[in-house]
């Protein structure tokens, strides 16, 4: 049932992406512009997260999900109605973006400390995979499909679907207990104990460093993509939905094969290989000028977007304690989201000064090397 409704959140999720994307490139061509669409959307979770973990490790955590459910589906809908009426600015789809995005940042750190609590231990990591398919599988129907949307009605059609997408996800988070508002003591007392615990371990630390170096880098697809889809590249709307559909085939196609090439190289081999792939995907994707090899690139990109994500997603879990696990993975999503909006800012202004294109070579040659140095950064694979 969660993965249903996750499923149908996640298509509204990417439904949103390409009709925000392709929104933004109507009104401007600006890069540094178009890249702050990505760092408003990042940006909440990095000032929201801690907080936000601190205090789904206090409530009711499907009850907090339904509640950030029903309160999202206002923002989005007043977006749609705007874009229909023609008065939407870069600066109201920005404003709009990061209000959006603030209200799902309360959620997210429930949501990541939500799966340990139905699976067993033993059974993470396929379980963190599936919900990693799960995601994907949303990333390949759900921008192809949004594209012709957009392509059909504009991008206000995408934004109404996703207002209704949240409907599974309050039917389905079943509360388990009733709401008390946790005393400002517990609050302080939980973000010193989640500070004390991510300053003093060290797998916790590694895991963060490990995903700041994938997320500065990463961060270019989210920044660029539909700039580059749409100057560089020519793309219609359609053809934009399915470059990002391509990135989620191809997580996909290696699912079934990540576990098996985890046990034959190991944790650090794996994320090398995908990081690395992922880094020769990027600058590929650079030099091409062919629609069709940024489709075949992008799908081979995917591969290694899967393999680094699911073993650091993973990782973390393995990484933190029960009793503090939302307020824990609140730090994993700050340095995710944090690097996200940062880089962003950065490939924007690589853009902005040599190109779009210039932006993902560059992008793809630091993969590389951060993987490469961070080789011998370990990760924690145990529950012990």
């Not at 509640?67 to 920005?94: D, Q, R």
């Not at 991008?155 to 389905?172: G, K």
């Not at 650090?268 to 090899?293: D, E, H, K, P, Q």
């Amino acid at each position: 049932m969660l993965l249903i409704a996750d499923l149908v959140s996640n298509l509204g999720f990417f439904a949103q992406a390409v009709g925000t994307g392709w929104l933004m490139t109507s009104l401007t061509t600006n890069a540094a512009i178009v890249s702050l669409v990505q760092t408003a959307a990042s940006l909440p979770l990095f000032l929201i997260a801690i907080p936000a973990g601190v205090f789904a490790d206090l409530v009711d955590r499907r009850r907090l999900i339904r509640i950030t459910n029903v309160a999202l589906a206002v923002p989005v809908g007043i977006l749609a109605l705007l874009t229909a009426e023609h008065v939407v600015t870069p600066v109201v789809l920005l404003a709009a973006t990061f209000i959006i995005a603030s209200v799902e940042a309360v959620q997210e750190p429930a949501w990541g400390a939500l799966i340990p609590e139905i699976v067993p231990s033993n059974d993470l990591p396929a379980a963190v995979a599936l919900f990693g398919i799960d995601f994907n599988l949303s990333r390949v129907v759900g921008p192809p499909v949004a594209g012709l949307l957009v392509g059909i009605a504009g991008p206000a059609a995408a934004f109404a679907v996703n207002a209704v997408t949240f409907v599974p996800t309050i039917v389905v988070m079943r509360p388990q207990a009733r709401w008390v508002w946790p005393k400002p003591a517990a609050l302080r007392d939980g973000t010193a104990a989640s500070l004390a615990i991510a300053r003093t371990s060290a797998p916790i630390r590694n895991v963060l460093l490990r995903n700041a170096a994938f997320g500065v880098c990463a961060s270019v697809i989210f920044a660029l993509l539909p700039l580059y889809a749409r100057v560089g590249l020519h793309a219609t709307p359609t053809q934009f939905g399915f470059l990002f559909a391509m990135l989620g085939l191809g997580s996909i196609a290696v699912a079934p094969i990540l576990g098996p090439l985890r046990l034959r190289l190991g944790v650090a081999n794996t994320v090398l290989l995908g990081t690395i792939a992922l880094g020769i995907c990027l600058t590929i994707f650079g030099l091409a000028r062919s629609l069709w090899i940024g489709y075949l690139v992008l799908f081979a990109a995917g591969f290694g977007w899967l393999t680094v994500l699911s073993i650091l997603n993973t990782a973390i879990q393995f990484a933190l304690p029960s009793e503090h696990r939302a307020a824990g993975f609140a730090f994993y999503l700050v340095t995710s989201q944090g690097i996200m909006a940062l880089g962003s800012l950065l490939w924007g202004a690589v853009a902005a000064r040599f190109g779009s294109a210039d932006a993902f070579i560059s992008a793809g040659i630091l993969f590389i090397a951060l993987g490469i140095v961070t080789r011998c950064v370990p990760l924690p694979w145990s529950s012990e």
